[in-house]
């Protein structure tokens, strides 16, 4: 009897193997209908580095002239300069522009640190000082962290790399940072 049913569901299962179904129509999500708006950034950032708006991005690893002249060209400014011996990565320097920090570690492009400012914005459309961590929690993937620093979180960007962030008051995203850090926990 079960070898009957067999020979017959078997064939008809191939049959249906070839088959073709019309494919779905698009479904569209909250964050697929969102359109990031750079229309004001000059400076974009993402998970694995940075750029100018337009421009292919410069990627961790990247000489620090390199990154320097892009930026400053960008910025329309030289950065300010600073180091810090005690870093647990090692010794780091720094070039700040405005609300953007990179970090430099032996020559090569380490890290980003970003605060509130004008003209800069992850390549998804986070703004520090304007994106509220409600509106980044129902947008992305957040996983908030213990640490000893206040309000810090991670979350997964539309490219699928890892920002940390803090939102110190619990409510505003207030800076966001990738790749190596010179923060002491």
């Given at each position: 009897?079960?070898?009957?049913?067999?020979?017959?569901?078997?064939?008809?299962?191939?049959?249906a193997?070839?088959?073709?179904?019309?494919?779905?129509?698009?479904?569209?999500?909250?964050?697929?209908?969102?359109?990031?708006?750079?229309?004001?950034?000059?400076?974009?950032?993402?998970?694995?580095?940075?750029?100018?708006?337009?421009?292919?991005?410069?990627?961790?690893?990247?000489?620090?002239?390199?990154?320097?002249?892009?930026?400053?060209?960008?910025?329309?400014?030289?950065?300010?300069?600073?180091?810090?011996?005690?870093?647990?990565?090692?010794?780091?320097?720094?070039?700040?522009?405005?609300?953007?920090?990179?970090a430099?570690?032996?020559?090569?492009f380490?890290?980003?640190?970003?605060?509130?400012?004008e003209?800069?914005?992850?390549s998804?459309?986070?703004?520090?000082?304007?994106?509220?961590?409600?509106?980044?929690?129902?947008?992305?993937?957040v996983?908030?962290?213990?640490?000893?620093?206040?309000?810090?979180?991670?979350?997964?960007?539309?490219?699928?790399?890892?920002?940390t962030?803090?939102?110190?008051?619990?409510?505003?995203?207030?800076?966001?940072?990738?790749?190596?850090?010179?923060?002491?926990?």
């Amino acid at each position: 009897m079960i070898r009957s049913a067999l020979r017959l569901a078997l064939p008809l299962a191939l049959a249906a193997c070839g088959q073709s179904e019309p494919a779905p129509e698009p479904v569209e999500t909250a964050s697929s209908a969102a359109s990031v708006d750079l229309s004001d950034v000059v400076i974009v950032v993402d998970a694995n580095g940075l750029g100018a708006k337009g421009e292919e991005p410069l990627r961790f690893g990247a000489a620090r002239d390199d990154v320097d002249q892009a930026i400053e060209a960008a910025f329309g400014a030289a950065p300010g300069t600073s180091s810090n011996e005690e870093c647990g990565a090692g010794p780091m320097e720094f070039s700040q522009f405005g609300a953007l920090q990179i970090a430099y570690l032996d020559g090569s492009f380490a890290g980003w640190f970003l605060r509130e400012g004008e003209g800069m914005a992850t390549s998804d459309g986070v703004r520090p000082g304007e994106t509220t961590f409600a509106d980044l929690k129902r947008d992305r993937q957040v996983r908030e962290l213990d640490t000893t620093l206040p309000g810090e979180f991670q979350y997964t960007t539309a490219d699928f790399g890892t920002i940390t962030g803090f939102a110190e008051d619990g409510e505003t995203v207030t800076a966001l940072q990738a790749g190596i850090s010179c923060f002491f926990r």
